[in-house]
Each structure stands twice: as structure tokens, then as C-alpha cells.
């Protein structure tokens, strides 16, 4: 079965610190790949989203995220984080095969203080 | 434009009752899903439909059951509520299969 494992459940950073949430998938077929992020109490909200061409993908609030077929990760990056920013943030995988949906990683909670 | 609209955004079942959860969206588009939220989980696959008049089982289905009443509307009911039922639900849709998925803001429903 196809699997999104996203490697750390829980990431506390300082404000203005980089930040890398880490997302591996288990593939042998073509995948589309998505970063969401939910803010407490709301649903979830596209961050970016890799379909095809270039490997490095600028989505919104900053951040942006690097597929690399052969490691099989898309690890979401920004390089200054706000307090804003403090929320859960999911990987979610397209795998090109039939009877399939977006199936998504357990989730990261990214925790920003000052 | 509203998007995605679930309803309704909170409710209370006694273990063996029924309801159904509503969702509709005006985006015209093809497919629509519904996910469960559990901590520590993240969103597990209900059901879905690729399109109009299809519905296919997800990872968790048992409990549930979907109809898919048009083009903007894709319903989920429990028939007989658990307690392990209890969990935040999210309605999704996209244009298409691979397409970005647009969701609800949930419904939260909790089963004493």
C-alpha cells in the first residue's frame, strides 16, 4: 500500500529561525505532490503543490518545498518563521495508479515562540 | 463565493442514533471526498467520488455510507454511531483526481 510518513510530529522553533518539515512517500509510480497547512479550528488551506517541472516550488506565506524523486521526500522549508506560522501543517500524495485519492501524512506541528 | 460548505459545523449523537453530514460546493468541480481528523492521525480517506454517479470506498469506510445526490452535493451518513466515530470530518473537492482539494471547515461530532 502507498504511504506518506511525515518524520517529525511535533517541531518548536524560535521566531526568525528556519524552519524544514520533513515528508517521505513510498512510490513506483508518478506522484503529484501538496503541502497543506490547518490554523487552529479551521480547515485545511493549499500551501504549495508540485505537479511537474522544476523540483523547487514557492507556495504561499514564504514557503517552499523540493521534491527529489530518488530520496522520495517533498520537505517543506522556510527561512525565517513568523509566530503566524504556528499551526499543523500535512504532506499529502497523489499516487498516479488507479482507485486512488490524496492520501496525507499524520501531520507536523509547527510551534513558533518569541 | 463560498467554496466548500459543510453542515452542520457541530453535533452531539448518542451511541445508535443516525444522521447525516452535509456537504455542497459551487466550484463545478468533478470530485468530492470525505476525510476523518483524529489526533495523531491525520486525515484518513472516508469515501470519494471521481465524478457524478461514482462513489468508491476509502481507508476507513466501515460505518458509513455516501451518496453522491448531484454534482454540488455529497452526503456522508452514519447509520448506527460508535463512540469511535467521534472525530472531526472534513469535505473536500477538487476538479479532478490530481487536482489541489478545497475543503469545508469541518463538522465536529462527538458520540457519547
Known amino acids: 500500500a502507498q504511504s506518506v510518513t511525515q518524520l517529525d510530529s511535533q517541531v518548536p522553533v524560535f521566531e526568525e529561525a528556519p524552519v524544514e518539515l520533513r515528508c517521505n512517500y513510498s512510490s513506483s509510480v508518478s506522484v503529484y505532490l501538496f503541502w497543506y497547512v490547518q490554523y487552529p479550528n479551521q480547515g485545511l488551506q493549499l500551501l504549495l503543490k508540485?505537479?511537474?517541472?522544476?523540483?523547487l516550488v514557492k507556495g504561499i506565506n514564504g514557503f517552499e518545498a523540493e521534491f527529489n524523486k530518488s530520496q522520495t521526500s517533498f520537505h517543506l522549508r522556510k527561512p525565517s518563521v513568523h509566530i503566524s506560522d504556528t499551526a499543523e501543517y500535512f504532506c499529502a500524495v497523489w499516487f498516479n495508479q488507479a482507485g486512488t485519492a490524496l492520501i496525507f501524512g499524520k501531520g507536523t506541528t509547527l510551534s513558533v515562540s518569541s | 463565493n463560498a467554496g466548500v460548505t459543510q453542515t452542520p459545523k457541530f453535533q452531539v449523537l448518542k451511541t445508535g442514533q443516525s444522521m447525516t453530514l452535509q456537504c455542497a460546493q459551487d466550484m463545478n468541480h468533478n470530485s468530492m471526498y470525505w476525510y476523518r481528523q483524529d489526533p495523531g492521525m491525520g486525515l484518513r480517506l472516508i469515501y470519494y467520488s471521481a465524478s457524478e454517479g461514482t462513489t468508491d470506498k476509502g481507508e476507513v469506510p466501515n460505518g458509513y455510507n455516501v451518496s453522491r445526490l448531484n454534482k454540488r452535493e455529497f452526503s456522508l451518513r452514519l447509520e448506527s454511531a460508535a463512540p469511535s466515530q467521534t472525530s472531526v470530518y472534513f469535505c473536500a473537492s477538487s476538479a479532478s483526481r490530481n487536482s489541489p482539494l478545497h475543503f469545508g471547515n469541518g463538522t465536529r461530532l462527538t458520540v457519547t
Open positions: 508540485y505537479l511537474s517541472g522544476s523540483t
